[in-house]
């Protein structure tokens, strides 16, 4: 929520300052969404809040849930009438991790993505980006199921071309004053921005990164990842390099599968070879995604040439992880979120 504006709006009504601090822990804390749910403002005061300042820059249009009902998906209107989803997923642990949208669309225009295909609408203010787990946080304390443990800036758009707005939805996410979750349970995953990374290593050391590689061969990198064009794979190394020389922290490799473009057994020891120009073995999490179908011309490995792909990994000594496909029947899993 914009306490900025609140604030203002409390002063030039004559309203005593104590009750920014009461709104504020309502909405952070106990996920308040409207002014009738925090009753200790007096009923006066809430009537001409309501009239005049938003709770959530974001509106609920739409949630879906899963058929396994391990993922739940968002659609959120904005104020201008433009659309962002964010998902709820249940992975290994009893909380739930929420992945956020950090712009409308996304420039970068990967050929195997649902986000990629429109371009960019436009960047979401922080606001907008942290009033999405307040929302989702209010779905579910309605719900009465298990609180969200941890969020992933990993939905629709390219976090590092956002920066300034991300980091400050990030510090909103991280201050314990606010939504209080530790740096360590915020991830940011980016195509493979290079002054992102390097900024991200200065202002997140404690924070996680990912990195969408999908290939460790430049040619056929440009064509999955067009950003690759801009900051090509030896630029990448060099980044990753000194990210994890300067917070010590293990990066997470997120590698799409598609079948018969890089999923062979020279592609595993290539990308082997690749991440040894970076780091230690050890510094390495891969993490690997069956491609989810979008339209187009790719296609998904089998699951034992998925599982072939991940032992040959394996075997260089690098930990390979397979991301099981999660709300498929809900379009809510990677790649597949349009804002329709
Ligand atoms: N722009 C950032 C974060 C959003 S995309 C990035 O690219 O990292 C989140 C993840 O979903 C990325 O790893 C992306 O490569 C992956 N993804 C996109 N489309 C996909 C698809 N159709 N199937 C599987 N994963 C996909
Ligand atoms: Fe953008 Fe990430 Fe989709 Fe590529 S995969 S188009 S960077 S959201």
Sequence with gaps: MDLKKLSIFLKENDIPAFRLNQVRDAVYKNFAASWDEIPVLP???????????????????????????????????????????????????????????????????????????????????P???????????????????????????????????????????????????????GQRHISVSTAGHVPGI????????????????????????????????????????????????STKRRVFVEYVLFEGVNNSRTQVARLNAWLRTVAAPKYFVVNIIPYNRTGGPYKAPTRERVKLFAELLEATGIEVTIRKSMGEDIEGACGQLAGK
């Excluded at 941890?150 to 909103?172: C, H, K, Q, W």
């Design 127 to 181: 606001d907008e980006i942290s009033d999405q787990f307040l929302a989702a946080a209010h779905y579910l304390k309605t719900r009465g199921t298990q609180k969200i443990g941890s969020v992933i800036l990993m939905g629709m758009g390219e976090p590092f071309l956002n920066y300034d707005s991300v980091a400050e939805a990030m510090r909103t996410m991280a201050d314990p004053e606010l939504i209080g979750l």
């Design 198 to 245: 390097r900024r991200f290593a200065k202002d997140f050391p404690q924070c996680n990164l990912a990195i969408s590689l999908h290939a460790a061969e430049d040619r056929l990198r440009t064509d999955l990842v067009p950003l690759n064009r801009t900051y090509p794979l030896p630029q990448l190394a060099k980044a990753l390099k000194d990210y994890i020389f």
């Design 43 to 125: 009923a006066a005061l809430r009537d001409r809040l309501r009239h005049g300042i938003h709770i959530h820059s974001v509106d609920t249009l739409d949630t879906l849930v899963s058929k396994k009902r391990d993922a739940i998906k968002f659609c959120f209107g904005l104020k201008d009438g433009l659309k962002i989803e964010s998902v709820l997923l249940k992975l290994m642990s009893e909380k739930w991790s929420l992945c956020v949208s950090t712009q409308v669309g996304c420039p970068v225009r990967c050929p195997f993505c649902a986000t990629g295909k429109k371009g960019l609408k436009r960047n979401l203010s």
